[in-house]
């Protein structure tokens, strides 16, 4: 399995702060990459496909970056709607796997 | 746009099997469009990605469960199913149906069925 890491666990932040949570691939899964956000009680929602590919209606302030086995989610203006937590999850292979998740909270 | 409702047991008991359904609408599930999947999160704690199972009837599991998981789908109903066998307190999770494009991530989900394991 592709084992997949995220750093870091939690991060605090201010509302208007740019934001950076990194994805990390044990091996390379070349553009194969999404960002989810999960609100409290609510399903994942799908932000970014592809390593940088923004999902429809998905603000811009929201960016992807990466390829092989480096990541990176940027939100450039923290917004009170953002604090959350963030997934990365691998579908390179037909075995799919998630980060352990990043947590955005308030500073 | 497609919607997916997730159903089932609430609670179950352990060695027993789970089972649960998805009803697609906004779209059919014979179609090649889509890949059909299931996750889980157990109580406070992250994704687990189970399986998938694709337009040509193929399946892909996650290998620690692979000998206790089975997805189908019932084509008459569109629904897609779960079944997990021998389930234990370690299976009590929210799980969630999903769906996505071939070759990409999962762009819709369902609302999430809450399922614990207990006697």
């Known amino acids: 399995d592709i084992q997949m890491t995220q750093s870091p666990s939690t991060l605090s932040a201010s509302v208007g702060d740019r934001v950076t949570i990194s994805c990390r691939a044990s091996q390379s899964v070349v553009s194969s990459l999404a960002w989810y956000q999960q609100k409290p009680g609510k399903a994942p929602k799908l932000l970014i496909h592809?390593?940088?590919i923004l999902e429809s209606g998905v603000p811009s302030r929201f960016s992807g970056t990466g390829s092989g086995t480096e990541f990176t989610l940027t939100i450039s203006s923290l917004q009170p709607e953002d604090f959350a937590i963030y997934y990365c999850?691998?579908?390179?292979?037909?075995?799919?796997?998630f980060g352990p998740g990043t947590k955005v909270d308030i500073k | 746009q497609l919607h997916l409702q997730g159903s089932g047991p609430g609670l179950v008991k352990p060695s027993e099997t789970l089972p649960l359904t998805c009803t697609v609408s906004g779209g059919s599930i014979s179609s090649s469009n889509y890949y059909w999947g299931w996750i889980r999160q157990p109580p406070g704690k992250g994704l687990e990605w189970i399986g998938n199972?694709?337009?040509?009837?193929?399946?892909h599991y996650k290998p620690s469960l692979k000998s206790r998981v089975t997805i189908s789908v019932d084509s008459s109903k569109d629904q897609f199913s779960l079944n997990l066998t021998s389930v234990t307190a370690a299976d009590t999770a929210v799980y969630y149906c999903?769906?996505?494009?071939?070759?990409?991530?999962?762009?819709?989900w369902g609302q999430g069925t809450m399922v614990t394991v207990s006697s």
């Open positions: 999850q691998q579908y390179s292979t037909y075995l799919f796997t």
């Open positions: 999903v769906a996505g494009r071939p070759g990409d991530a999962f762009d819709f």
């Open positions: 592809q390593a940088s």
């Open positions: 199972i694709y337009y040509s009837g193929t399946t």
